[in-house]
C-alpha cells in the first residue's frame, strides 16, 4: 500500500459518536500536501486511526449543501 500523509487543518465539527468512542466528523484535511478538502470520515479517539470516509472539493460541498438546504428534513 502507498504512503501518505494528512494534516487536519481545520476540525468542523462531530456528526455522531458511537460507544466504542469513535466519532463520525466534518473536517478540513490537506491529503499529501494538496489543497485542503472537506472530509466526513470515522475516527478513533485522538484522531490515531481513521476509517473510510468521503473528500469534497469545495464545489462539491456546495453542491452537497443546495440539495440537504432542499431536504424536508
Keep these: 500500500m502507498a504512503e501518505f500523509s494528512y494534516e487536519i487543518t481545520e476540525q468542523i465539527g462531530v456528526l455522531s459518536e458511537s460507544s466504542n468512542g469513535w466519532s463520525?466528523?466534518?473536517n478540513l484535511i490537506s491529503w499529501n500536501g494538496r489543497e485542503p478538502k472537506y472530509d466526513i470520515r470515522d475516527w478513533a479517539p485522538g484522531n490515531e486511526?481513521?476509517?473510510k470516509g468521503?473528500?469534497?472539493s469545495k464545489e462539491e460541498a456546495k453542491a452537497l449543501k443546495e440539495i440537504l438546504n432542499g431536504l424536508e428534513l
Design 49 to 51: 486511526k481513521m476509517g
Design 24 to 26: 463520525r466528523e466534518l
Design 54 to 56: 468521503i473528500s469534497l
